[in-house]
């Protein structure tokens, strides 16, 4: 399964003051992406709707842009990568914009909800954190029981 990811909708999932940060909270959706498509192995690419300055790069995730920013231009974009591949029928759409929904779908992808794609991802992170946590807390020699 492939998997595009409408960017600012997924941020937009929580109000937690990305509004103040934009690129840093854009770094943060391809970070976790990236932690997701490692473990689980999918094929993900993210759609900005504008690069930020400097641009985000990475060697585990697509990252794509519109190639003009105005309201909207990351759904076109969306759009015509779905159009463009093959076997949109592959494909699973991350937004919750319901135009966008019926706009993929049209053409043969899935969608998605953000919001539960964002929950999705960020219980791989806390996963991550216990596991961590527990390493750092429990005694080496018992670590390897908990492991069973």
């Not at 990351?74 to 990568?81: F, P, S, T």
């Not at 909800?113 to 791989?124: E, Q, T």
Request: aromatic share 6%.
């Amino acid at each position: 399964m492939r998997w595009i990811v409408d960017a600012m909708n997924v941020i937009g999932t929580l109000p937690d003051c990305w509004w103040k940060d934009r690129r840093g909270a854009m770094v943060r959706l391809v970070d976790k992406l990236e932690r997701w498509a490692s473990t689980e192995g999918n094929d993900v690419t993210v759609v900005f709707e504008r690069p930020p300055s400097p641009p985000i790069r990475s060697s585990v995730i697509a990252i794509a842009y519109a190639p003009r920013a105005f309201p909207d231009s990351a759904d076109d974009e969306i759009v015509r990568l779905v159009q463009a591949d093959p076997e949109p029928q592959e494909i699973c759409v991350v937004t919750s914009d319901s135009a966008l929904t019926d706009r993929v779908q049209e053409v043969g992808a899935l969608a998605y909800s953000a919001a539960r794609f964002r929950k999705h991802i960020d219980s791989i992170d806390q996963d991550r954190t216990l596991s961590r946590s527990t390493e750092d807390t429990v005694p080496e020699e018992l670590q390897h029981r908990l492991m069973r």
